[in-house]
């Protein structure tokens, strides 16, 4: 066969990159084409996200693309949650908010006054985080109510890029999970959730699935980047399904955790599992390609490194990612823990000083060295993946024989060996790409090139290599998560 190529452009809550994936019948290649940053903006007290400039990255990368030898069709794929309003006149009204934005404080406590938890729970099946989509418009209803009512359509972020580069508006399943607004069952957005929460149900357009054709590129970026009247392709538009589509496994009970600046641990079913279990233990079911579901628990995860690791910068002090974990590696072991989701860890800010305060306010030693605070932060992870590991097999009543870890925190080797052994399970480590993998994989079976996800994956299999983490010391890692569990919660 002649070879298939497909942009990718994946965007990271740090970064964002262009990828052409080539296709040659047998393995998907990646070349990045374009890389940029992802610099929120901070402006009168909200802290936005700088649309304009993140858009004329993709300009950039569909020029590069072009000057590559060009592409078939384009996939994007973004964090979740976040959303652009667009006017009568076809605008964006304003730059998307960041989900880290204060406005999300108390929304939940909010909403749970004016619709049930338990229904609430039971309608949407997802796990209840004040960053989620719903707790955002809430606060838009309450203090800003004019944005709401003078608004035409609300487009998540992958869909919004997508709208911008063709005119069309459309909402892509995976991302529409992440609302807390769609009935998980149906795939539709729950009036009943709208009804009770004052969100016009009329902003919301249809909900398409995974792998459909939104529209043909537009005819100005076509004629102004000289680029191919290509496809747009609405992939996975959530990048954690994205990087799910790309586990390189052929069991059909397998677990993941897809690991950047959040850590999402989760497993894939047939259908969505909502029951009171699910609703205690706050596990989320979110939308995956081919109709399946994605039950999993999000946690925070890269983001206390990176974040940890700007301060140092902000105070003066320079060092990698590697100098951190061996700095890591050299302090006394579980000395004290942190709960990673806790509150105070959401926001952008000194978070070795808040490990220090959660530290001294639960009780423990206090970490004081750099190496310390990373260590304490390295094993209250990987204890968290114990805990999600633990409260999924008790939601599903399976077992996993292996823990697929996918994405940027396969470079991690010491959080990869400390998963093994706090969850004293073989892990498996990649393809650090999974996410730009699986949006070209779910653009060539749109294509028709591959034929369904099933042979994807093991394309993908064939196309990148694996790292084995074999737990060697769970005695010990048991004994700490006896002691870590009792600050969580």
């Not at 569909?62 to 009568?88: P, Q």
């Not at 955002?136 to 890029?161: C, G, I, V, Y």
């Not at 076509?222 to 290509?230: S, T």
């Not at 496994?249 to 600046?261: A, P, R, V, Y």
Request: proline residues 4%; contains cysteine.
């Amino acid at each position: 066969m002649s070879e298939k190529r497909v942009l990718v452009f994946d965007f990271g809550a740090s970064s964002g990159r262009a990828m052409l994936g080539k296709f040659n019948g047998e393995t998907i290649s990646l070349e990045e084409i374009h890389r940029f940053e992802n610099n929120p903006v901070k402006l009168g007290g909200t802290f936005y996200w700088d649309i304009y400039r993140l858009f004329y990255e993709v300009r950039q990368g569909i020029s590069k693309a072009v000057l590559a030898g060009g592409f078939d069709s384009i996939g994007v794929d973004t964090w979740g949650v976040d959303f652009g309003l667009i006017g009568a006149d076809g605008a964006l009204m304003e730059a998307p908010v960041h989900y880290r934005d204060e406005r999300n404080n108390g929304m939940i406590d909010e909403a749970l006054k004016l619709f049930a938890r338990e229904p609430f729970y039971k309608i949407t099946g997802n796990q209840f985080m004040d960053i989620n989509t719903v707790f955002q418009l809430l606060s838009l209803r309450k203090n800003r109510p004019h944005m709401l009512d003078n608004a035409e359509t609300l487009l998540l972020m992958p869909d919004l890029f997508n709208y911008l580069l063709t005119g069309q508006k459309k909402s892509e399943v995976s991302i529409a999970s992440t609302t807390q607004m769609m009935d998980a069952d149906k795939k539709i957005w729950s009036e009943q959730v709208l009804t009770a929460l004052d969100i016009p149900q009329n902003l919301l357009t249809e909900i398409v699935p995974s792998g459909t054709v939104v529209g043909k590129l537009s005819d100005s970026i076509c004629h102004d980047l000289n680029a191919p009247k290509a496809d747009v392709i609405a992939v996975c538009g959530h990048d954690t399904q994205c990087a799910v589509a790309a586990v390189p496994t052929e069991e059909k009970d397998f677990i993941f955790i897809s690991c950047g600046t959040w850590s999402l641990f989760g497993t894939e079913l047939d259908k969505p599992l909502i029951n009171e279990k699910s609703e205690e233990l706050n596990l989320t079911n979110e939308a995956g390609y081919g109709g399946t579901t994605t039950f999993l628990k999000n946690i925070i995860g890269l983001w206390l490194i990176q974040e940890s690791r700007r301060q140092f910068r902000r105070e003066g002090q320079e060092y990698s990612f590697a100098e951190l974990e061996k700095l890591a590696l050299a302090a006394e072991p579980f000395k004290c823990f942190i709960n990673p989701d806790a509150t105070e860890f959401v926001p952008e800010g000194d978070i070795p000083q808040r490990v220090k305060d959660f530290c001294k306010r639960t009780g423990q030693p206090v970490p004081e060295t750099v190496g310390e605070v990373m260590r304490c932060i390295y094993e209250s992870l990987a204890l968290k993946y114990r805990q999600a590991f633990d409260e999924i097999k008790a939601c599903t009543g399976k077992d996993y024989r292996i823990i697929n870890l996918i994405g940027g925190g396969t470079k991690d080797g010491l959080l990869c060996r400390m998963t093994a052994n706090a969850c004293n399970c073989e892990v498996t480590a990649g393809p650090i790409e999974a996410t730009a993998y699986g949006n070209a994989a779910i653009q060539l079976i749109a294509a028709g090139a591959i034929p369904d996800i099933k042979a994807a994956r093991k394309i993908i299999a064939a196309s990148d290599s694996v790292k084995t983490f074999v737990p060697d010391s769970f005695a010990e890692w048991d004994r700490a998560y006896e002691r870590y569990k009792a600050f969580q919660s």
